[in-house]
């Protein structure tokens, strides 16, 4: 089972100073800053997804610089994501159009012939055909039954875009494999799709709408897929955020899937921001520990204008906080006490008032409880990659895009391991 990353420009800066909590005055993004696969010696998956709609053009607003995006379609998408090296020649990538970023229009902008010239010109060795993601979802929808005329239409574009496209992908010789892409409002219309894609010359078909769905309604879809498509058939999972579920898929035959979620849960998660590997098979979770810089975070500078705090004093607990961490990680402070100076600065940004007036509060308890299991257990230490090795406390701290993508970036090695681990066991089994 392949494990690609959709890469958003998810690199960091090696030369990011942590004590002074800056990057050289002389840096340039992109072209000094690292992708995963450069900071730590090697690349933490199988290959990586590009969407075009986050390169984007004159049509779609992309995350991409228009001057980064004129640099992807002039030396391809090899070499603008550093891959061009003979230890990344085996990783493969693939591309997508993005379909989350046009979903409020009636039709795809780009036309299946438009889509299969950006993937050769561009050296991918995946495409996927030009799809129009369905957002309806029932779950005992059988066939054609159902669906909005929305739903309907939808899968029609879907399908003859994914015509036209392996047609021109042919007609061409095109350099990469072609994926037809599946889009339905039912387990149902879903298998309806893949058999015609199948029909159609297709032997690689990639899932997509799965991101809003719980893991046992992806199964219902995939049980549906693989009863109606011929068992050689190869299937992908467009943006899989249930990743961490991964191992209850197993018997779906999934030969490959994409997704962001490893990076993306070092800063958007609540609580699991910092991976291990946990007992037997399965994953340990860890809360970073947040400390926002206090002249930045939108919520400590609202306090201060309502006059709640003195900015000189947030600073003041801030720079405790900070210190406090870095003494703990050398071994010169206690554990209690630093997590006191860090649940002190917590408060104006957790109750929004000072520590005294809300010590006993129920969040504040609970994450009290949570930075303690993470300071018990040092998990940084327990990490020999490359960034936990050079960003030591540094990593569990929340706070700016270099700590929270750095962990996000070892969360991913990490997840890397896991699927192997998942995949060693059942050639074993
Ligand atoms: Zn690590």
Redesign the pocket.
Known sequence: MKFIFADSLDYVDPAFDFIADRSPAERQPYWDDAYPHEILGYAPYDGVLVSRGIVGDHRVKGKYTASQARRFHLVGVRKFLRLDKPEFAHLDIFGDCGAFTYVQEERPPYSPAEMVEFYDECGFTHGCSVDHIIFDFDPAGKAREGGSDHAKTRFDITLENADAFFREARAIDAGFTPLGVIQGWSPGSMAEAARRLVAMGYDYLALGGMVPLKSPEIKLCLEAIRAAVPSATRLHILGFAKADDIDSFHGYDIASFDTTSPLIRAFKDAKQNYYLPGEGLGLRYFTSIRVPQAIENPKLQRGVKKGMFRAEELIRLEALALDSLRAFDRGEAELEDTLHNVLVYSAPLVEEKPYEDCKGSVSLTRLAQRYRATLAEQP?KQ???K??RDAAID?IIFRGSNRNKRRGI?NL??YQDHIERLDLKRAVD
């Open positions: 940084w990490c020999s990659c960034i936990c990593v070892h090695a990490v």
